[in-house]
């Protein structure tokens, strides 16, 4: 159905939600929910843009599974769209009722997707609107009519104002304005009385009308009823007429917002389908091996035209026309299927999300997963039966399953019980930045580095058996690397980097890392390179506490901040079994950088420093760009950590940003 505005909403960390939607712009949003609201099974979203909008509720269909917050979803709007998008969301518990409610708002700009975020609030959102007040008894003067009750539902919104007094001698009153309910949003004042007739005992006002309540939004501009005025057809003399009660107020509801289109179900298929819910190319079929997204980015057959999401089905071949209706299961074509239950990850990966926010990504390595939606090529290769110094044996790519996790049947199927290692770490970010085992000539150590074992680090993540990387501090090093790099940060220029790592597998060795190093794997002097560490090494600087910490390898120096120990950066907890561990370099000339961390399960991230460079020897920067894994950037082998996802980019990304990107990891399941 075609409908006023064509936004797209689409969760990405709702379990039912698999769909994705391609559009030129929008708005990313993390949801989450400070005060610990129990019971939240669905969201309901009010979005609005210029003055329009509707209201839908997610996932499409009642569960009794509560959400884990924090979680994202994105509004996609066309370009043709601009101006301020205004959403009121509310946390919906297993009987429907709202239990919380949080509002935020994003201005548009073209070709890109603006971070929001919105935290939810215990309550429900405003009431129905006041009933109406019941006419006055006739008196002499008029008696005042009473106000209406409170709405029904949630917080209530205002009363409804009184009615005016009626007297013999002029008109009635002003309604009173509705009260301010505890929580709500105040009513627009009630109007005034319809004023009684003239003569002995004029008909009495009606009561005020209740303002109509705004969902979570400010007081409106109170419209004061001038005096009232002279009732019609009242007649003179003894008793009047009676005049009418008050009307009933508009229920508050918020805007509304049309063609927000979501999909609930279905996953990719191979040979590139998109999942159900994605938006189907007119009459086109998904390209053989089109880029999918988890959830699902048409093939070469292209998007449709306001297609509407299914909930189940994945059309295969032949696709499914323009302005095709959603139907429960989808249509599949030739070759299509239909899966609605696989566990999945998150729609997006954390590259859609850096780069919808101008932040693309430009190394992206995981053997766990696919970390951007329109990568198809392989996550890594294994070797079998060679020699873990990278040489003989024969090589197998592993890809990846049709909901984005690696596919460790394959591995499986190709180690077999030989010896098998981990030979290659291919970049998903389109520059070509793939890590091989660190050659010889570093200046700490000189021999080759060795590949990791591939079966060493068998975890369970979303439901799926997949393979990280085991870095144990073997005394001959393991480690990886790429010195001949495209497209990384090098001088002072902006960064960011995170990686996920092993919380509770560490050691005070040096050095255990993931970032941008040197390119010719020698100690190159301060500011040479700036590498995320994890680990409880104390040689050169600290955090708070025993360790282990997230900190900055600046070269010559592990930094927990700008001073050692610097207390802010506190030990990362021994309740964590894996940690998102953050680092950032500020804009060139800035003398700035930033750490975050965060458990890697739940919750958000925690700034463990923010401000200038340790020292002038750190400023400006000397970045040289290339990219390194295991060890440190002279190619120092004593650290110790298993690495399972991380990325780069050559910008200093936003808080929003690295909040979604954080509510992405946690969605993807580690651990479950």
């Known amino acids: 159905?075609?409908?006023?505005?064509?936004?797209?909403?689409?969760?990405?960390?709702?379990?039912?939600?698999?769909?994705?939607?391609?559009?030129?712009?929008g708005v990313l949003v993390t949801v989450s929910n400070p005060s610990g609201v129990a019971g939240i099974v669905r969201l309901s979203v009010t979005v609005s843009n210029g003055g329009t909008g509707d209201t839908l509720t997610f996932p499409a269909t009642a569960q009794t599974t509560p959400i884990v917050f924090p979680t994202s979803f994105s509004v996609n709007v066309p370009a043709s769209r601009s101006g301020e998008v205004d959403m009121a969301i509310r946390g919906l518990n297993g009987s429907g009722a709202t239990v919380?409610?949080?509002?935020?708002?994003?201005?548009?700009?073209?070709?890109?997707?603006?971070?929001a975020t919105a935290a939810l609030q215990p309550g429900g959102m405003v009431g129905t609107g006041g009933a109406s007040g019941s006419g006055g008894a006739v008196t002499s003067d008029g008696a005042l009519g009473t106000g209406g009750m409170a709405g029904t539902g949630g917080v209530t919104g205002g009363s409804v104002g009184s009615g005016g007094v009626s007297r013999t001698d002029d008109g009635g009153g002003s309604g009173a304005g509705g009260a301010i309910a505890s929580g709500g949003v105040a009513g627009a004042v009630g109007a005034g009385g319809s004023g009684g007739a003239l003569g002995t005992g004029g008909s009495v006002g009606s009561g005020g009308v209740a303002g109509s309540d705004l969902a979570g939004g400010t007081v409106p501009d109170a419209a004061i009823a001038s005096g009232g005025f002279v009732g019609a057809g009242g007649a003179i003399g003894n008793g009047g007429a009676v005049g009418a009660g008050g009307r009933t107020g508009a229920g508050g509801g918020g805007g509304t917002v049309s063609d927000v289109a979501i999909g609930s179900g279905g996953s990719p298929v191979a040979g590139g389908v998109t999942t159900s819910g994605g938006a189907i190319g007119s009459g086109g079929a998904p390209g053989t091996g089109g880029a999918v997204f988890l959830g699902g980015a048409?093939?070469?057959?292209?998007m449709g035209s306001d297609a509407i999401a299914s909930s189940g089905g994945v059309p295969g071949t032949g696709g499914m026309g323009?302005?095709?209706i959603a139907s429960s299961g989808g249509v599949?074509?030739?070759?299509?299927a239909t899966s609605s239950d696989v566990p999945i990850a998150p729609s997006l990966g954390p590259c859609d999300i850096y780069q919808a926010a101008n932040s693309p990504c430009v190394a992206a390595h995981s053997t766990i997963r696919r970390l951007l939606s329109t990568y198809t090529g392989p996550l890594y290769q294994v070797r079998v039966g060679g020699s873990n110094t990278g040489t003989g044996?024969?090589?197998t790519d592993i890809g990846f399953g049709a909901d984005g996790f690696a596919d460790s049947a394959a591995q499986d199927?190709?180690?077999?019980?030989?010896?098998?290692?981990?030979?290659?770490?291919?970049?998903?970010?389109?520059?070509g930045n793939h890590l091989a085992h660190t050659l010889a000539g570093g200046s700490a150590k000189a021999a080759t580095d060795l590949e990791a074992d591939a079966k060493a680090l068998?975890?369970?993540?979303?439901?799926?058996?997949?393979?990280?990387?085991?870095i144990h501090g073997d005394p001959n090093g393991i480690g990886y690397r790429n010195n001949n790099v495209t497209g990384t940060a090098t001088g002072d220029n902006p960064e960011t980097e995170y990686a996920v790592m092993s919380a509770d597998y560490f050691n005070g060795g040096c050095c255990f890392e993931y970032g941008n190093m040197e390119t010719n794997t020698h100690d190159n002097g301060e500011g040479t390179a700036e590498a995320i560490y994890f680990g409880n090494c104390t040689f050169w600087g600290k955090g708070s506490g025993n360790g282990p910490w997230v900190m900055g390898d600046l070269e010559n120096g592990l930094w927990a901040g700008n001073s050692t120990p610097y207390a802010g950066n506190t030990s990362i907890p021994a309740t964590y079994t894996y940690v998102t561990a953050m680092l950032k370099g500020g804009e060139a000339t800035s003398n700035h950088w930033t750490i975050k961390a965060g458990n890697a399960q739940s919750g958000t991230l925690t700034t463990m420093f923010d401000g200038p460079r340790p020292s002038t020897r750190y400023n400006p920067m000397r970045k040289e760009g290339a990219i390194g894994l295991g060890t440190g950037g002279d190619n120092s082998n004593g650290g110790q950590g298993n690495f399972f996802e991380g990325v780069m980019t050559a910008t200093y990304s936003t808080d929003a940003a690295d909040d979604a990107v954080q509510a992405n990891i946690v969605a993807a399941g580690y651990g479950k």
Do not use: W
């Open 1 to 25: 159905m075609r409908r006023g505005i064509p936004f797209l909403l689409g969760l990405l960390s709702l379990s039912a939600c698999k769909s994705n939607v391609v559009t030129e712009q």
């Open 100 to 115: 919380a409610n949080a509002t935020t708002f994003a201005v548009l700009q073209e070709g890109t997707f603006v971070p």
């Open 298 to 302: 048409p093939g070469a057959g292209g």
């Open 322 to 324: 323009s302005d095709a």
């Open 332 to 336: 599949p074509g030739t070759g299509g």
């Open 393 to 395: 044996g024969t090589t």
């Open 413 to 431: 199927a190709a180690c077999g019980t030989s010896a098998c290692t981990i030979s290659t770490i291919y970049d998903q970010s389109g520059q």
């Open 458 to 470: 068998k975890v369970t993540f979303g439901g799926h058996t997949v393979y990280g990387l085991h």
